[in-house]
């Protein structure tokens, strides 16, 4: 017989979004329920943010030391350990995991159902043995691999984001299929620690971000030997007698032919609403994922829906926001409402790319915008740690307010912090120019190029007559 349990809120998934929203809730006296049928921590614990970056920065250290020439170091010999590299991408997981773990969680007074969790009706939930009712729901569920329709590809082995971190011995070559910011990270750890790496791409290198700075890591990626198609379409895919794998791709009517040894599937993301029998609670969804108003609630008031599972940003980050959003409603019945204006998001290759605010696009269907740039190569801190290769990229009104900052180089993704605050803020590139900027840091770029907005202006000949003149009066 099935145990019922009545409860303040219920939270549908042990990701990012789902423990914030718990641990918030539980610390703030309402009796909390978690379902978590995987793992603590979710995609970003386990699959995605944290080994990805792990990865990379085991990479990253490996390639700079094999490039050391330029500062003089001579290596004669440099050999890599792959299974030391992965052990300590887990490390790192391991490490991390306590902060997620079921323990801690029940510690903060949250009861964690380890079940898959399904809607009965619009107010109970059944998880195993498990009966809940609740006043409010909050569905977390976050999202998945994308599997893209390719002729073949059930025939083969291939890697996701899910797989790709338990490889026991590295690719000799690895064919990236998706040129989005898991895919270009992947590939440019793949291939900083020594392996053959391809990208095939549908559309364009990272369409997401602006051209011109997308140009920048394109030049980067084939520099280190990535070989990279775009938009080409992945006809069939099929594994060789000798364990190698054929892809056949189409790119302007001509066939063609990559051989390499193992597949990662890159190719985007979908939300998990499957098996939670939405349509039971009343819930309104579609591919995209759960459809939610500004508030997150679904077409069931009773019940929000946050991260990825939405469809919207599918960014740690803005699960974490949207967690904030959600305990404002059902904890504080502030009417909170989601506010996308200053959203950032980073792609950690090398150069790294940040953006936050309008891209360049948007920001083109408005009238009188200004774009102005200053180049990482005039930054002396770049210099003197040769990262001369970037830009930042700020577009503006032509009063100076703040629309939209990508950011192409090194340390982008701690750069564009201020940069966030000023769009959220509403502020004019004066906060930048009005700020003293510690010497010699990354940082006076932010300044530089908000200086370089004014330049014009303030070396004008109505200006230089101005100060002839108050010279005049002595």
């Not at 701690?414 to 906060?431: F, G, Q």
Request: charged residues 20%; proline residues 3%.
């Amino acid at each position: 017989m099935s145990q019922v349990i009545q409860c303040d809120i219920v939270i549908i998934g042990g990701g990012a979004g789902g423990l914030s929203v718990a641990a918030g809730a539980s610390q703030l006296g309402a009796k909390v329920v978690l379902v978590e049928s995987g793992k603590m921590g979710g995609d970003c614990l386990n699959y995605g943010c944290v080994p990805s970056k792990s990865l990379l920065s085991a990479a990253k250290a490996f390639y700079h030391v094999k490039t050391a020439e330029y500062f003089g170091a001579q290596i004669d010999s440099l050999k890599l350990d792959f299974s030391k590299v992965m052990q300590y991408v887990h490390h790192v997981i391991a490490t991390l995991e306590k902060n997620d773990s079921v323990e801690r969680f029940e510690s903060l007074g949250v009861k964690v159902i380890q079940a898959l969790g399904k809607f009965i009706d619009n107010r109970t939930l059944q998880a195993g043995d498990m009966i809940i009712k609740a006043k409010r729901f909050v569905i977390a569920t976050g999202s998945s691999a994308f599997l893209p329709s390719i002729s073949g590809l059930d025939q083969i082995p291939y890697e996701t984001n899910e797989t790709i971190f338990d490889l026991k011995v590295q690719p000799k070559h690895l064919i990236v299929i998706g040129g989005g910011p898991i895919g270009c990270e992947l590939a440019q750890a793949f291939a900083m620690l020594g392996s053959q790496v391809t990208i095939l791409e549908g559309f364009r290198l990272l369409p997401k971000d602006d051209v011109d700075c997308v140009t920048i890591v394109r030049k980067q990626l084939e520099n280190m030997g990535i070989h990279i198609y775009e938009h080409i379409k992945v006809q069939q895919v099929s594994k060789q007698a000798d364990e190698e794998i054929l892809v056949t791709i189409e790119k302007d009517g001509y066939i063609q032919q990559i051989s390499g040894t193992r597949i990662l599937i890159s190719t985007g993301r979908c939300a998990n609403v499957q098996g939670l029998d939405l349509e039971k609670a009343g819930v309104v969804y579609s591919p995209k994922g759960i459809v939610v108003d500004a508030r997150l609630q679904s077409s069931n008031k009773k019940i929000f829906a946050i991260g990825d599972v939405i469809g919207s940003y599918q960014f740690t980050h803005v699960a974490n926001y949207h967690a904030g959003i959600v305990l404002r409603n059902i904890l504080f019945r502030l009417r909170a409402k989601v506010d996308y204006r200053a959203v950032p998001w980073v792609t950690y290759t090398e150069p790294e790319m940040a953006h936050v605010g309008l891209t360049l696009e948007e920001a083109q269907k408005l009238p009188n915008i200004q774009v102005t740039e200053w180049n990482f190569n005039e930054n002396d801190r770049a210099q003197t740690e040769h990262e001369i290769t970037g830009k930042i990229k700020v577009i503006t009104d032509r009063k100076a307010k703040i629309l939209g900052v990508t950011i192409v180089g090194s340390k982008a993704g701690e750069l564009i912090l201020p940069w966030v605050i000023a769009i959220r803020e509403k502020k004019t590139l004066r906060s930048f120019t009005e700020t003293i900027v510690p010497y010699p840091t990354l940082s006076e770029i932010s300044k530089r190029v908000a200086g370089k907005f004014y330049t014009a202006k303030l070396f004008s000949s109505k200006t230089r007559w101005l100060v002839r003149l108050l010279l005049k009066l002595g």
